[in-house]
């Protein structure tokens, strides 16, 4: 790094997203008139978020800065990390880089969304770089949950920037393609300016298990099992699913695929190639009806309780199709996602009711983490040897011990950031600045509305959901504001009216002593008054008689 | 046992809450005329049941049987055994029977609800068999994560009853108390009938921890800390207090109290001697505030994230009184129990934002469960030697497995019984039957309605916590149909109006057009079918353009 040229532009990179939360990742890295967007993921809400579909990163700061926007380059085919592309490129026509099976996956989203045609799509070779406008950019291989995942190499004027993606060391991968690590140490030999690391697994010691490992714990459990074996998984880890159909293969199964990702994913990978598997393997419904149990392997979505999934179709007995039967294993073969426990500890207890046996994470080891732990963590900061550190991709408390973890390796503490999402963290000249850059947050989809619903919405639905609400109707004569109709009460979720008919009777009685305030006051009092002197009050009653606080809706009409 | 004696009535056993759930437990012990009831527990809300405070378990079965029950006892003082008291107290004024420690609790919960004048309490010493009925109890002492837990050997006509309580297994309980196996050994070679126990751990292999081996990861945590000292942990939790209020005494650090149930507790214990506590080593918050910061340690409610204690407003910066400082550590002393993680997770960030390190179970050894793992169930198994057995206490899946682990030791799958919340298990000369007894349910408390929200109401709160609600307001002539007012239409957690104005003035438009036809068709169309009408349309309308299905509610006035 060449600190003395000072004809050089500020190198700058601002996260808009992944940093503080899981998922959401997005960075912005901004030389001159060039801005390069890393990853466009989403994130799926959180239990507050009430009616929520998706969550996206906000693009303010992109729109801010529309022409800049040149390139959009992403590092695996995660949703967390391409989720947001189409409501990205819908706005922004950039072109997208990513490897053979991300782009394929790209594809397929942008085709969903009919969107294929706004942008244009680049095959990224691991250890090919590519130029963007004064970046040039080389994908590292990386291994992680998903096949084809990269870490980046990103070129400035400032320096080297590395992005590591979301990576695992897997000296046994099952594809065969392990981590570059030397790779990464090409660069770390020459200077790296920073380094940008993953911090999801930051709180665990130790070195994660290889996906292969795995493989015993199903050989056994494959062996033992006489009846049908059915594997939720996610779609996209299609390692996993590798491995489970070599063992269809080995125990003369034949497979059923189902779910509307799983069969998406399935096929793509099989296209080019990332799938080993004998199509005459494959189960159609029909024959799925017709097999010996010890014949059947299922490879199914769900395994994170999602209402809809046919896994949870299944255990609750309402699929069409599909129905669990006595003998059953079912494998859940993934993480209990913080957040989904109950739902997925639902679907366990309807299985076993179903007669299913159930294996999942936690009673055995069916599955490994795509996400470094610490000893990794050392390991990416030692080979890399990056002037400056920042942990991405991970809440607060994991980029703190990521940080931490930094220092631990040697990294000085003035050295290492922790940045939020918006914040910027500039580069000139081999020094390094940290601001609050750009207003972010988070934008809501709900339906087909973006950004519609927004915190203020939700505190509303929070209210409706606690205690319902309660609807005044009231038709008044302007002129002697006498009654013309009403007052009608009624409620929704605030409580079922038949076991205390008293208490919507008592709330009329109310409404009419305010009435007769509204009819006495004259001008004192107008007709917005009243309207809040009614809810006030019922308020009050509510508190006092149920101590709920229903949303109350007075409507009086003046006619 | 005596199988041929025919004069014997059948004995029954009714378990009212707590199979196929955690919490909420509840059964009922029956014969001739008497009936016992075995704890009486609360739920806390699952994420689905919004607005709800508690559940508790349905008495409909005790209504049906008013005058044959009895007695309520007690096997522990924790709020899934004890919380349902003061309802079922309110109902049915019968004397309760619980050890020292469990009967003061309860004894505070009743005063609380000025309830303590409706019931007796009787003290049960362990060992010291007393009668109700045709019923001869005796407490058996387990170890629990809450002092003074007991068994129950329940001598009934057909045969001994052993019930579990919640138990483990602990050679060094910090109080010196021991499961008492040899009284259960002794029951176990006179005969039990059927065996009722604990299974909310068969999921774990070997054995628990014992509570003291969590002391030496305590004190690694106070030798290191030169701040101050936060402990959160469950205010029942009492053996773990006591651990705490010991190093505190070697470390020379003073104990500030934090949270009501916190100093309920400790004054409680303290009182009866379950504490070993200096009162000159406890801070008043005033010396809180001088003390340096190496000699003061809190304890503290809010492991779980709970949004109104005090640890959780102290990681917000809310708190009036105390607050977060750099340096500090917390001790996130419990379980991080399924549906609270996204809370506990939250918590955590904002206390690293504040500057503290956080330590949890999942990053060390600072909690051990109260609930025997398999090889102490099958321990007591093999201790008790059932005639019969069922599981209890656990969600459906742990009962399956709870069976299956019976089978292992050598119970006959015959013998070993499923039971269901309402099921009923009849023993008659030697011989059991099981059979549906009782509708049964949770009842919803909400502020201080109980029962009177229902599933329907919950799913209304749902409906309106998804998408919100649209109000349409209109009042028109009676004989012309034409508009006097309106139509107005407000929304509610529906959409942020200023960014899509043109949805709620397109259903106006809607509505008009539904009041042209309104007029048109005279009397084919009644002020009913009007107002299904405009639902039906802005449905349409809005699933349409939003892919939202609010709840709509239009409220037609004909004067």
Do not use: W
Not at 79 to 95: N, V
Not at 306 to 323: D, G, I, Q
Not at 449 to 473: A, F, I, N, Q, Y
């Amino acid at each position: 790094m060449n600190s003395t040229d000072t004809s050089r532009l500020p190198l700058k990179v601002v996260p808009l997203g992944g940093l503080g939360e899981i998922g959401l990742n997005m960075m912005v890295v901004e030389y001159g008139d060039t801005i390069l967007v890393v990853d466009a993921g989403l994130m799926f809400p959180e239990e507050d978020m009430l009616g929520i579909d998706i969550v996206i990163p906000d693009f303010t700061y992109l729109r801010e800065n529309r022409d800049k926007v040149k390139a959009l380059v992403i590092t695996h085919g995660h949703e967390d990390h391409i989720g947001a592309i189409p409501f990205l490129i819908r706005e922004f026509p950039i072109p997208i880089y990513a490897t053979r099976l991300t782009l394929a996956l790209v594809e397929e989203k942008l085709r969903e969304h009919k969107l294929l045609e706004r942008t244009v799509l680049h095959t990224v070779q691991p250890r090919h770089p590519f130029r963007i406008g004064p970046f040039e950019i080389e994908g590292i291989r990386v291994c992680h949950s998903i096949p084809d995942g990269v870490g980046l190499a990103i070129r400035t004027p400032q320096g080297v920037l590395i992005h590591s993606g979301d990576f695992k060391l897997d000296q046994t991968p099952i594809d065969g393609r392990r981590l570059d690590l030397a790779r990464f140490g090409h660069y770390g030999e020459q200077g790296v300016l920073a380094l940008f690391s993953d911090s999801t697994n930051v709180e665990r010691e130790g070195y994660t298990l290889s996906e292969r490992d795995i493989g015993q714990t199903f050989r056994q459990i494959f062996r033992e099992c006489s009846g049908r074996i059915i594997v939720a998984v996610f779609a996209s880890n299609l390692h996993r699913i590798q491995q489970v159909l070599h063992l269809a293969r080995e125990f003369d199964r034949k497979v059923f695929f189902s779910g509307k990702s799983m069969v998406t994913n399935v096929r793509i990978a099989r296209e080019l190639g990332y799938l080993d598997f004998d199509p005459d393997s494959e189960a159609t419904l029909a024959e799925l009806q017709r097999l010996e149990d010890h014949r059947v392997l299922m490879l199914t979505t769900g395994s994170q309780g999602e209402p809809m999934s046919a896994l949870t179709r299944m255990a609750f007995n309402v699929h069409r199709k599909l129905s669990i039967k006595e003998g059953d294993t079912i494998i859940l073969s993934s993480k209990f996602i913080p957040g989904n426990e109950r739902a997925i500890q639902n679907i366990i207890n309807h299985l076993y009711r179903q007669g299913a046996e159930v294996i999942h994470e936690q009673v055995k080891d069916i599955h490994v983490s795509g996400h470094a732990y610490r000893e990794e963590l050392k390991m990416m900061l030692n080979v890399v040897r990056p002037t400056y550190f920042v942990p991405i991709h991970g809440e607060y408390r994991h980029l703190v011990k990521h940080k931490k973890l930094a220092q631990q390796v040697g990294l000085s503490p003035q050295n290492c950031f922790i940045l939020e999402n918006g914040d910027s963290i500039t580069f000139l000249n081999g020094r390094a600045i940290v601001e609050k850059q750009a207003e972010t947050g988070r934008v809501f989809v709900d339906g087909k509305g973006v950004g519609d619903v927004c915190d203020l919405v939700l505190r509303d639905r929070r209210h409706l959901s606690e205690d319902g609400m309660v609807l005044v109707t009231l038709v008044i004569n302007k002129e002697h504001r006498e009654v013309l109709n009403g007052p009608d009460v009624v409620s929704r979720g605030f409580i079922l009216e038949e076991t205390k008919p008293e208490i919507l009777d008592g709330a009329k009685c109310l409404i009419l002593d305010v009435l007769e305030r509204y009819q006495a006051e004259g001008e004192m009092m107008d007709c917005g008054d009243f309207q809040l002197e009614i809810r006030r009050e019922l308020k009050r009653f509510f508190q006092k008689v149920l101590e709920r606080r229903p949303f109350i809706y007075p409507i009086v009409v003046e006619i």
